[in-house]
């Protein structure tokens, strides 16, 4: 019933525009060759259909409501020198297009796909290769970014932008994006209120997903797998991440999850598999982390002692070379009801959990921290009776960093 | 040569020692997959048996088995034998026996259980350490006249090679903090057959924690092919040398 | 056939071997008799290449035996102690040593292995055997490959008369077949009837080298035991 309402409101609106509103073909084959000119001649509503084939027609500028859509994947060619789509006009929709080989600049962010100052954009099923920046968008809001394959190729980091940007944007929702091979990722820089989900983003030079400054924003069901440095958040509050995947994260600076300055955040239901370090936390506060996987990381979380407030519960820790990290002995978080498989205490009253402490920082883990070679004898035997007595007697390790309640067997998740 | 091998593996493989290692080693392995909730962490704990235990018992078991075999390898001497062949055939014998014991006691159950690289890798590095303290044995007891003397710094040199110098290794580090001692941990390395082991079996076992840090350091070395080549090059020398000295001194020695 | 040239060979301060020269030659039964740690033992290493001399040489068969190997298989030796690996059976050791030693040229003599009668004990593992009988394996394997020297250190240690025996009879046949056969022994009274020349050595060096006829007439005694005891009085 409800959607019968809506669908009769959206049609009671739309209807007298469409009445109006006409399809240009523009492209190969039709009397229109150039697509600005069809854009030029459109008016609001209008939808300009443009024929397959390869046009190098330079920047192109969208500034009416219009639908500019691809067939077949019409390719812009930007010939390394210019920003193919400039859309500067509230509801556009950029629809079905290659875009490829836009200019660089060090100068300016010149991007695929570049959103000014509007609303209610629409990018949607293109495929973007090797432009400096994928799409950008500089104070957007409520714009849909969907279903689009980012690529770029650049080898270093400065000849690359970010395949997803948003800077100072609000109500976002990026989702069902591809972005392989950009600086970061996505990034988003004072971006709020967004939706960023469902996106598989992977083997970008630098952060898979870099944000700073953006507030409350919802992250889930996202893939980031292989990125240089992983995912980086920074000096932001009021973030959710949810069921994504954090994998092969690899490197001396690379996290699964790099948490900087952040609070007032939930992370749940996330899978941290081979990082380096699976959560890295520096300066964050007021954070829960619930239901999370950390599985084959080398470090599963690295908390620095300027981390207040976390809690962590119910997370499964399997197979980490180390659980936990840190780097001073003043402890002002919470750790409850996790399932840690170094876990060797015992279940007399059989409530499944567990009757002593768990202590996820190992000696060892303390003195690599401090001196990396030693990690050379890490599982020595020699290190190993380290490890031993320091379990019998906490000397190194800080003495709070525990979990009082760990559980005996996995959590189902 | 081969006359005389196969005579003495089938005589080391009917030794109640030998026997009673493979048993443990099946047991242990055996137990630790079966009891451990994962596979991985059975490997895990059978990371010291393999770091340990086969050094122990093949550096001792076959310092016994020489100074034992006195009267036979002089028997062996008055006959028109080479004495190179005499001592490579025992080495030999020894080698092939203690690896097949190794490989029925822990590769089987590796195989079976966690045939991944690293249970892999295990299962060669615990060959090399089988034949490699096989080798130093056989050094120890041909400089050595003395049984009980002979049995006693075999035993210092396992302690040595297991424990000291790991904690020597250890406080070296410490007291040079302050330098970046990366590469030459790598070349450290090299002067342990057991560390190297170790290091092979951890480049295999905590991947992603050796990303970081100094890991990248012996990732980028031993991770390569010319390193595991390299590293495997350097055990075979463990193995080679102490056999090639023994030998220079078992060829002019008086029986 | 076996000849030393002043071979001298000292263990740390110890002079083992004092310029010991002897000449052994075929057909003969040497005794080779002296105190204990007189250097008999060692005289016996050093003809089978386990020793090397610091000094002198040995000939075997006009060859010089350093850095050879093959002249050993006209050798027969048997130890004073013989210790075989523990989980081998008779059987084995007999196999192995058939294996290493096989020729054409050769015709294997198992006489003296149905003399003892090892044969039913083919199976059975030499760490389950007395001293007797690993003596019985040893004297065994020492004629098996009928070799024209017979070395044998203390061979009727450990027998019983019975198989002491046996084994004399076996080195007199042997003799008579023109071999030349080194005993080294304590009980000097078992050897009369066997022994054509005496080797007697003392500190390592040799006293002396003679015709068991020749000893007889110096001494006046009929007896091998009343001649070198009069020797040693002397």
């Excluded at chain 3, 007999?94 to 044969?119: C, Q, V, W, Y």
Aim: hydrophobic letters at 45%.
């Amino acid at each position: 019933m409800n959607r019968l309402i809506i669908l009769y409101f959206v049609l009671a609106i739309t209807i007298p525009a469409q009445a109006f509103a006409k399809i240009i073909k523009v492209g190969k084959g039709q009397t229109i060759a150039v697509i600005q000119q069809g854009i030029d001649m459109a008016v609001t509503g209008d939808t300009i259909l443009v024929s397959e084939g390869i046009y190098r027609q330079g920047n192109i500028v969208i500034n009416k409501s219009i639908v500019l859509k691809g067939v077949n994947h019409p390719v812009l060619d930007g010939e390394k020198n210019y920003e193919l789509l400039s859309v500067k006009s509230p509801n556009v929709t950029v629809d079905g297009f290659l875009i490829r080989n836009s200019g660089h600049s060090s100068m300016t962010d010149i991007a695929g796909i570049k959103i000014y100052n509007t609303h209610h954009v629409t990018v949607i099923n293109n495929i973007l290769e090797d432009n400096f920046f994928g799409i950008y968008a500089q104070q957007g809001t409520h714009c849909v970014i969907q279903n689009n394959q980012v690529t770029a190729y650049a080898k270093a980091t400065q000849l690359s932008g970010n395949g997803i940007h948003c800077w100072k944007s609000d109500s976002m929702h990026i989702s069902g994006n591809s972005i392989t091979g950009h600086r970061d990722g996505i990034y988003l820089e004072f971006a709020t209120h967004s939706l960023i989900e469902k996106n598989t983003v992977q083997k970008n030079n630098r952060y898979g997903l870099h944000f700073m400054f953006s507030h409350n924003n919802t992250y889930t069901n996202n893939v980031f797998r292989n990125n240089g440095a992983g995912v980086a958040v920074m000096y932001t509050r009021n973030v959710t991440m949810k069921n994504n995947r954090f994998e092969d994260n690899w490197g001396d600076a690379a996290y699964g999850l790099l948490l900087k300055e952040i609070s007032d955040s939930d992370i749940e239901g996330n899978y941290f598999e081979k990082n380096t370090s699976g959560i890295y936390m520096d300066g964050s506060s007021r954070i829960e982390m619930r239901k999370n996987v950390f599985k084959d990381n080398g470090w599963a979380i690295k908390m620095q002692a300027s981390c207040m407030d976390i809690k962590l519960e119910k997370n499964n820790f399997i197979n980490n070379t180390f659980d936990m990290g840190t780097n001073g002995s003043l402890v002002l978080n919470t750790f409850k009801n996790n399932y840690w498989d170094k876990y060797e205490g015992y279940d007399l009253n059989k409530d499944k959990i567990g009757d002593i402490p768990y202590r996820p920082v190992s000696m060892y883990s303390m003195i690599i921290e401090q001196m990396p070679p030693a990690m050379m004898l890490f599982r020595s035997f020699i290190t190993t009776l380290l490890d031993k007595t320091e379990k019998l007697l906490p000397s190194l390790t800080p003495e709070n960093l525990k979990d009082d309640y760990p559980l005996m067997k996995p959590l189902a998740l | 040569m081969i006359k005389i091998i196969k005579y003495v593996i089938a005589d080391i493989l009917r030794n109640k020692i030998v026997i009673a290692y493979t048993a443990f080693l099946l047991l242990m392995s055996l137990s630790v997959f079966n009891l451990e909730d994962n596979s991985s962490k059975g490997l895990l704990s059978l990371l010291n048996i393999i770091l340990l235990i086969v050094p122990l018992v093949s550096i001792v078991f076959s310092t016994i088995y020489i100074y034992n075999s006195s009267e036979f390898i002089e028997l062996l001497v008055s006959q028109p034998l080479k004495r190179k062949t005499i001592w490579l055939s025992l080495f030999s014998g020894l080698a092939a026996s203690l690896s097949l014991s190794f490989f029925i006691g822990a590769g089987i159950p590796i195989l079976l259980y966690q045939a991944s690289p690293t249970g892999i890798m295990m299962l060669i590095t615990g060959l090399f350490l089988s034949v490699i303290f096989v080798s130093i044995a056989i050094l120890a007891s041909v400089t050595t006249r003395d049984k009980a003397k002979g049995i006693g710094k075999v035993i210092l040199l396992w302690l040595y090679f297991s424990i000291l110098f790991d904690g020597l290794v250890l406080f070296l580090l410490f007291q040079f903090a302050d330098y970046p001692l990366e590469k030459a941990m790598v070349a450290v390395s090299a002067f342990n057959p057991i560390d190297l082991s170790r290091i092979l079996i951890l480049l295999q076992m905590d991947v992603s924690a050796l990303m970081g840090y100094t890991g990248a350091i012996f990732r980028n070395f031993f991770g390569t092919q010319a390193g595991v080549i390299l590293a495997i090059c350097v055990l075979l020398l463990w193995m080679i040398a102490p056999l090639w000295l023994s030998l220079r001194r078992f060829t002019t020695k008086d029986l | 056939m076996i000849i030393t040239s002043n071979v001298s060979k000292k263990f740390g301060k110890l002079k083992a071997l004092d310029n010991v020269s002897v000449k052994c030659d075929k057909g003969e039964c040497i005794a080779l008799i002296g105190p204990n740690g007189s250097g008999k033992t060692t005289l016996v290493k050093t003809i089978l290449g386990m020793v090397v001399p610091d000094s002198g040489f040995i000939t075997f068969n006009g060859k010089n035996i350093l850095h050879d190997w093959e002249y050993r298989k006209d050798i027969g030796y048997m130890p004073q102690i013989g210790r075989y690996p523990d989980n081998m059976t008779i059987g084995q050791v007999l196999d192995m040593m058939r294996d290493i030693r096989h020729s054409k040229n050769i015709t294997p003599d198992d006489e003296l292995i149905e003399a003892f009668g090892l044969n039913t004990l083919m199976q059975k593992r030499m760490s389950t055997l007395s001293g007797g009988t690993r003596q019985k394996v040893s004297a065994s394997l020492a004629f098996l490959f009928n070799p024209s020297v017979l070395i044998l250190d203390e061979p009727t240690a450990g027998l019983d008369p019975l198989a002491s025996g046996i084994l004399k009879e076996k080195i007199i046949a042997e003799k008579e077949k023109g071999k030349l056969i080194l005993i080294t022994s304590h009980v000097l009274s078992e050897l009369d009837d066997l022994i054509t020349q005496v080797i007697y050595m003392q500190e390592g060096k040799l006293r002396f080298h003679k015709n068991i006829e020749a000893l007889r007439a110096d001494t006046g005694q009929t007896q091998l035991t009343r001649a070198i005891a009069s020797i040693m009085t002397n």
